[in-house]
Structures are given as C-alpha cells and as structure tokens.
C-alpha cells in the first residue's frame, strides 16, 4: 500500500507530504488549494458538497511531533481511542480505494486507446503493405514491358543495319553494272571514224539488216564482252524481263542518229579515206 495520500484536487493531484486540508465529506487537498479554494468558499471542491460546520474542515499536519502523538489522546477512554482509529483507518482505506480505482480508470482508459492506435496503425500498416505490392506488381510489368520494347528497340536497329548493309550492297553492285553497261566509248562514238584494221575488200561486205537486228547484235557484242566479274556481281542476279524497245531517231537525238548511220561506198574509196 501506498503510504502517500494524493491531493483530490482534479488538476492537482500531487502527493501529499507536510500541511493538508481534510473535509468530513473523506476528501483530502494540499495546502495550496485547500486554502485558495476553502477562502472563496466552503464548497468541497471534489464533491460540491457544502462544508458549513465548524469541524467540516480542518487544516492538519502530516508530519506530527512525537510530543503531539502521546497528548492528542492522552486521557479518552479506550473505546474513544479505538473509535478516532477506526474512523481514521476509514478515511484512509476510502483514500486508497478512490486512488486505486481513478488508477484503474486510467489505465483501462490508456489500455483502450492503445487498442485503437494499435488497430488504426496495424489498418495503416496493411494498406501500406498492399499499396506496396501494387507498386511491385506494378514495377514488375513495368520492367517486363521495359525489356520488351528494348528488344523490340535492337531488332529494329539490327533491322534497319541489315536494310543499311543490304542497300550498300546493291549500291556497289547498280554502280558496278553501270560502269560495265555504260562505257565512254558509247557517248563519244558519233561521226568519229571507224578504224579498220584489216583492209581486206571481203571485210566491206554489207548485210543488210533491219534496225532490230542492228541493235540486239551490237547489244550481244557489248554484253558478250569479256569483264572481271566481282563477287557481289556473282552474287547479283538479274530477273530477265521483256526486251525494251529502241528509242526512236529523231532530230532530238543527233548522238544516236549518228551512231546508226550507215556509209555505204566502195571499199576503193573507204580504204583511200584518210583515218
């Protein structure tokens, strides 16, 4: 037990250890607030009962002297002395009682609101761990789509590389066909005068032949001829197609008008020309 008695003052409350002010209503206060309240009032000020009688409140010393203890009773009967202790037990049993139960009060009072912090946080606690796992699933898809667009990202590049080297490729190969197909000697032919290197009479014998004719036989001697050949040319095939028509010979193109004209002379006259 407790041997320190509490001020029942409600915004007090602190132990009691030298003067107090004791009511008959088993209330207690310090010395501090018995007085400032008992001079506005003789009203308790913990159960609002009123103290007018003249030993309703006493003022009284916790701390008596050795000399007041053996006189305060000294002369009443033995039934006097043991009423004054009983009642005095009383008081401080209802004391002790009231302290106990305010304490268990608060304590019932303490265990419900950490209940309730304890239910509010674990609530708080779940949603944060499923907001958690949302954010990992979340994350997860996130990084899956990541990786797919990544890969989706290098096939491309690899895609357009390949397109790149391909395109190359047939570009070597276009130029290489252009400088086989096309050679200066086709651009600077016109009027210029054909070397004959054999001047044998039987060479100046003139077949007559249609344009077509003249065409796809200079066409097979061009092609016919015999080149180096690349790799990348071996490996370029060429889809036959159908034979393109000539350009017809007209004024606007004196270069192809001169390339198909024909001299026709003696072959006395033609070797006596001068090359």
Not at 53 to 64: A, H, S
Not at 85 to 111: C, D, H, M, P
Not at 199 to 218: A, K, Q, V
Request: hydrophobic share 30%.
């Amino acid at each position: 037990m407790d041997c320190d008695l509490i001020c029942n003052f409600k915004k007090c409350r602190k132990r009691l250890n030298a003067n107090a002010w004791v009511s008959i209503r088993k209330d207690i206060f310090c010395d501090d607030d018995g007085s400032r309240e008992f001079n506005k009032s003789t009203t308790c000020p913990a159960c609002q009962t009123s103290l007018s009688g003249t030993y309703d409140i006493i003022r009284v010393d916790l701390q008596q002297s050795e000399k007041y203890k053996t006189m305060v009773l000294a002369g009443q009967k033995p039934e006097t002395v043991i009423d004054i202790a009983s009642r005095a037990l009383a008081f401080w049993t209802y004391q002790i009682t009231q302290e106990r139960t305010y304490q268990e009060f608060v304590t019932n009072k303490g265990k419900e609101r950490n209940i309730q912090m304890e239910q509010y946080y674990e609530q708080i606690l779940a949603r944060t761990a499923a907001e958690l796992t949302a954010l990992k699933t979340q994350l997860a898809a996130t990084k899956k789509e990541l990786e797919s667009v990544k890969k989706k990202y290098t096939e491309a590049t690899e895609q357009i590389l390949d397109k790149g080297r391909q395109y190359q490729k047939l570009q070597m190969l276009y130029d290489a066909l252009r400088r086989k197909c096309i050679t200066p000697l086709t651009f600077d032919m016109g009027d210029a005068p054909v070397h004959m290197p054999n001047r044998n009479p039987s060479n100046f014998d003139l077949t007559l032949s249609t344009r077509d004719s003249i065409l796809r036989r200079e066409n097979n001697v061009s092609v016919s001829t015999t080149v180096p050949r690349s790799p990348a040319e071996r490996e370029f095939l060429l889809t036959p197609g159908p034979t393109p028509l000539p350009p017809t010979i007209s004024d606007e193109c004196p270069a192809a008008q001169s390339r198909f004209h024909l001299h026709i002379e003696t072959p006395n006259r033609a070797m006596s020309r001068p090359h």
